[in-house]
């Protein structure tokens, strides 16, 4: 028998070929002529294990820890935590919305643990025949096997090794043991006799706290089967595309017989006819032992190999192609994963925990949702566009994102010599971070100036008298200048100049309105407004105005940059009334116990009183085509989007960057909000132009009305007339 080696990457044929010339354990070849050196080292070590078996067998395990054993590993040590309570890696698994579509998993090594009756009888046998034919027999220690290698070892037959099933997952235990440090690890797998005999104690001393069933099931989630398969679990997967209950007698035989020489003899990327050679070793095996009939091993034997390769993929970037464009929601999903204190202290922590905490992740991904956010998207600018339609979707009350999408493959091929940049990216243009700062939004930052006027006390009927241009108190120089101050125009002046309030002036999108109410209130209390509902200066520019604020009068236009994920939950607190929540990407995560982790509970504050929320809705109703609750509505830049959302109240915002670089709309009701801003992400100098302004507008609402289908009418509030009219 072998002592089964968890081994990684490309070193699993190396390490098994040194194995087999060292003679570590029978690897079924015979091996080189050993050295009269080699022999003698051996025929000691033999003999000294043997002693120590034999005492193990014949003396009461009370005495076992005595001198003999002390001259080899010194003083009895407690028994590893790690064999007490196993804590090998497991496989992250994620999944969309519905907890049953599978987006990605994460892992270092490839293992989920499954309970012993989850794994079919004919491969627990199959794999005691394997490795440990006297397993339920002898008590940690077989001292025969320890005696029959000293035999064969000393004569220069077949190198053989006597671990036991118990030691082997001891080794495996240890040498995968976080606990203990890299070089401790890698001792774990030196034979030495300090190192043979301390796996003789701790096997002995397991034996007396665990059944030989738990230790059989421990050992099956532990072992290395090849193929970066770690645990029978992985392995029914890689191997057969089955779960460990499903495997069959043949299936069962050839995985077993994986354990002596993982890599080397698998028959994906190793040799095909010594895998078939193991399976029938492990035939004969259990047929010896009598857990098989001699027809049921004929009838195994004469199967030919079909092996079904599965392999779990691993990251973000191995999102099924059929679906590459949620990873750009899985890439926040690992964003935020990384700031939870939940996972570790600090991100090297969090992303080890992911990696091998064997969680099981339902995300707040709705398949539907996202498939309807891609296709529109894709409806403004098509995947060969040097210009892209990023749309994010949320939930108003939970901060949980429905969708991410873009007109991007999420993925590292290559891209055309002639654009670089695209069709093909994992840069984060959906909610960024990594580089990407966002995008100017235009006029939708004007929900940021009428939300502190009303917190200021302005209800919204405050009147203003806007002119075509507004010379203000900072300032200017250039176009944009009047007599040394910066001097704001109106885009349609007969459209938009007069008497206003901020029902209209939010309606038809008045500059000079919006402009003038952020001097009454302040700039300060603008842009503290659009960083409470989570609007991120990520862009060095804005992070100096930031540092300057006084002095920002142009941020009630949209001059900064934002992302549809900030913009549209910033929107979504409005919806909530008030209730600003967290962008958060899971609905639930169970730790490798099953036990919830707090984490996936939203993280909601009252960041803006429910009157002054209500109010704002109540005049962004104005841009969409909906009248406000006092009539006060008269015109609005996207009054088709009330059409597409016929029969449900709605409210929202267009935006337009100046020259027309970035066309946006935000939109909500009570239930979803959702934004979108076409822009040309590496190029700011290619105006998209006010003529893809309605196709945006369209794309956000369609994408709102597939979110809501089945979900019940729900209204806005009326506001106080206090908070309305001022009275």
């Known amino acids: 028998m072998r002592l089964v080696r968890a081994r990684k990457g490309s070193r699993h044929s190396a390490k098994a070929a040194t194995a087999r010339r060292a003679g570590d354990a029978d690897a079924g070849l015979p091996p080189k002529p050993p050295t009269l050196v080699r022999r003698l080292g051996r025929f000691v070590l033999y003999s000294f294990l043997a002693g120590v078996a034999t005492a193990v067998a014949v003396l009461p395990l009370g005495l076992f820890g ?132 301390r796996e003789m104690r701790y096997a002995v001393e397991l034996e007396k706290r665990l059944s030989k069933q738990d230790i059989l099931n421990r050992y099956l989630n532990i072992a290395y089967f090849g193929s970066g398969a770690y645990g029978i679990y992985a392995a029914s997967q890689t191997y057969f595309s089955k779960t460990p209950a499903e ?11 994986l354990l002596q020489s993982p890599d080397a003899d698998n028959p994906i990327s190793g040799d095909r006819a010594a895998a078939l050679q193991r399976r029938g070793y492990t035939l004969d095996a259990m047929l010896k032992m009598g ?64 990696r091998t905490g064997g969680y099981t992740v339902v995300t707040s991904l709705d398949p539907g949702v996202q498939a309807a956010a891609l296709a529109q998207s894709l409806g403004v600018y098509g995947y060969g566009s040097a210009r892209s339609m990023p749309l994010a979707v949320v939930t108003p009350g939970s901060g949980r994102i429905l969708a991410m999408a873009v007109n991007r493959h999420f993925g590292l091929e ?20 990594g580089g990407v700062g966002g995008y100017q939004a235009g006029s939708t930052f004007k929900m940021f100036t009428m939300l502190a006027a009303l917190e200021a006390g302005m209800p919204l009927n405050t009147t203003f008298n806007a002119p075509g241009r507004l010379v203000t108190k900072w300032p200017g120089s250039g176009s944009g ?69 006084d002095e920002w009068g142009s941020f009630t236009l949209g001059n900064a940059s934002t992302t549809p994920l900030d913009l549209a939950n910033a929107y979504a607190t409005v919806a909530a009334k008030g209730l600003y929540c967290q962008p958060l990407p899971v609905l639930s995560i169970t730790d490798a116990d099953g036990k919830p982790v707090n984490a996936a509970a939203p993280k909601c504050r009252q960041e803006v009183s429910e009157d002054v929320a209500v109010a704002a809705t109540d005049a962004a109703r104005c841009p969409v085509g909906k009248g406000s609750a ?3 509505c008269d015109g609005g830049t996207a009054e088709a989007v009330s059409g597409i959302l016929a029969g449900r109240p709605v409210a929202g915002k267009t935006g337009s960057s100046e020259y027309n670089s970035t066309e946006t709309f935000v939109g909500f ?59």
Not at 248 to 255: F, G, M, N, R, V
Not at 414 to 433: C, D, K, M, S, W
């Open 66 to 197: 005595g001198s003999a054993v002390r001259a080899g590993t010194g003083v009895w040590e407690a028994l590893p935590t790690t064999l007490a309570t196993p804590r090998a890696p497991q496989v992250t698994y994620v999944y969309a919305n519905d907890g049953k579509t599978l987006i990605t998993t994460f892992y270092d090594e490839n293992r989920r643990d499954v309970p012993l009756d989850q794994i079919a009888p004919v491969m627990q046998k199959a794999v005691v025949a394997a490795e440990d034919a006297r397993f339920y027999e002898h008590r940690g220690v077989d001292s025969r096997s320890v005696l029959r290698a000293l035999v064969s070892n000393s004569r220069g037959r077949s190198q053989q090794g006597a671990s036991t099933l118990t030691m082997q997952y001891v080794r495996n235990s240890l040498k995968n043991d976080p606990g203990l440090s890299p070089q401790q690890r890698v001792d774990a797998g030196i034979d030495t006799p300090a190192r043979k005999v």
């Open 247 to 257: 495997l069959s007698l043949p299936e069962a035989a050839l995985i077993a017989g």
């Open 291 to 354: 857990t098989v009939t001699a027809a049921e091993a004929a009838v195994a034997r004469a199967q030919p190999l079909e092996i079904k390769e599965s392999r779990p993929p691993n990251n973000c970037v191995a999102v099924t192609p059929q679906h590459n464009d949620w990873g750009f929601f899985c890439d926040y999903f690992r964003q935020w994963w990384g700031r939870q204190a939940e996972f570790g202290a600090t991100p090297f922590e969090r992303d080890d925990a992911l």
């Open 414 to 433: 290559p891209n055309p010599r002639e654009h670089p940049t695209y069709p093909n990216t994992v840069n984060q243009l959906i909610a960024g971070g």
């Open 481 to 549: 200048s009047c007599g040394g101050r910066w001097c704001p125009a109106n885009a349609s002046p007969s459209w938009m100049n007069g008497n206003r309030t901020m029902w209209n002036g939010f309606g038809r999108s008045v500059n000079t309105y919006f402009v003038w109410l952020e001097q009454q209130v302040g700039v300060r209390r603008v842009v503290d407004m659009a960083k409470r509902l989570g609007i991120t200066f990520r862009a060095a520019g804005d992070q100096v105005m930031a540092a300057k604020v």
């Open 630 to 632: 006092f009539g006060k």
């Open 669 to 727: 009701t009570p239930q979803v909000a959702a934004a979108g801003i076409a822009v040309n992400a590496d190029n700011p100098n290619d105006n998209v132009g006010d003529g893809v302004s309605s196709s945006v507008n369209s794309a956000v609402a369609q994408t709102m009305a597939i979110a809501l289908r089945g979900q019940p009418v729900q209204g806005f509030p009326a506001p106080s007339r206090a908070r309305a009219l001022g009275m």
